[in-house]
């Protein structure tokens, strides 16, 4: 019977590796810091976009993830938002939401995972009750492999998916109708951004500033600080992307 609630299960693997937590990188402890922001109901997964809004070396970010992902300490996903978005899960979280789809052979999958540490995407032949669980989606550019290949997923992630976008679609039309093209969001004066801060909103991701990190850390838009407070800019060069670019 698993009876046992996230809570419980967290705080089982914190007391087991609480001193882990002295040895966190920089980049480990941004991925920690903005996984406590994201919304209870929602899988643990944080954007590898976010943490460049939170940290000033791009590159070192980048290569600190690969280490960490060679060594098993967190898992890169491929995710489904944009081509270019990538995902962040702190191992134990990825483990938890493997073993929560009861999927058979979750033992088996685990170590594949491990095979694969790094790895955005594995070939395998027999992919059925994987997919079936939401832990693997079909690589569409998979090219002339012989043996097909996988994007490892998140289960549960295609509602918060829906909801990214239409957090991004939401504010990008506020800030393109707006003058000058910015939104002032320490004031929430805008309905959008207020919208976005509605735990009941078909938006709802994390707040305004889950929104904010978002665009400001794919390069979308700038924050700027002003007299009279903070704005949200989009930056002029940016072009909404086309379906499949």
């Known amino acids: 019977q698993d009876s046992r609630s996230r809570q419980e299960e967290e705080e089982e693997d914190l007391g087991s590796s609480s ?10 402890a941004a991925v920690l810091t903005l996984r406590h922001g994201l919304g209870d109901r ?4 944080v954007w590898r976009h976010h943490l460049y ?16 992902a060679a060594k098993g300490r967190v898992r890169l996903l ?4 944009a081509p270019e978005d990538v995902g962040v899960m702190l191992a134990d979280d990825w483990k938890f939401e493997v073993r929560r789809t009861k999927v058979q052979d ?6 594949l995972s491990r095979r694969s540490n790094g790895d955005l995407y594995v070939a395998l032949r027999d992919p ?7 832990l693997l989606r079909p690589r569409r550019d998979a ?16 509602e918060l998916a829906r ?7 939401s504010i990008l039309k506020a800030l393109r109708s707006a003058r000058f093209r910015q939104l002032r969001i320490d004031a929430k004066q805008s309905p959008v951004l207020r919208a976005l801060d509605d735990a009941t909103s078909p938006n709802y991701v994390g707040g305004v500033q889950f929104c904010v990190r978002d665009l400001v850390g794919n390069g979308t838009a700038v924050v700027e600080h002003k007299a009279n407070g903070r704005y949200l800019r989009l930056v002029r060069h940016h072009k909404p992307k086309t379906p499949g670019s």
């Open 19 to 28: 001193s882990d937590l002295y040895d966190l990188s920089d980049t480990e």
């Open 42 to 45: 929602q899988p643990k997964v």
């Open 53 to 68: 809004s939170e940290m000033a070396n791009r590159t070192a970010v980048d290569r600190e993830l690969e280490s960490l």
């Open 78 to 81: 491929q995710l489904p938002t």
């Open 106 to 111: 979750v033992e088996r999958f685990l170590a």
């Open 128 to 134: 059925e009750p994987f997919l079936a669980a939401g």
């Open 143 to 158: 090219g002339r492999s012989t043996t097909p290949t996988y994007w490892f997923a998140c289960p549960r992630f295609g």
């Open 163 to 169: 909801r990214v976008r239409r957090c991004r679609d």
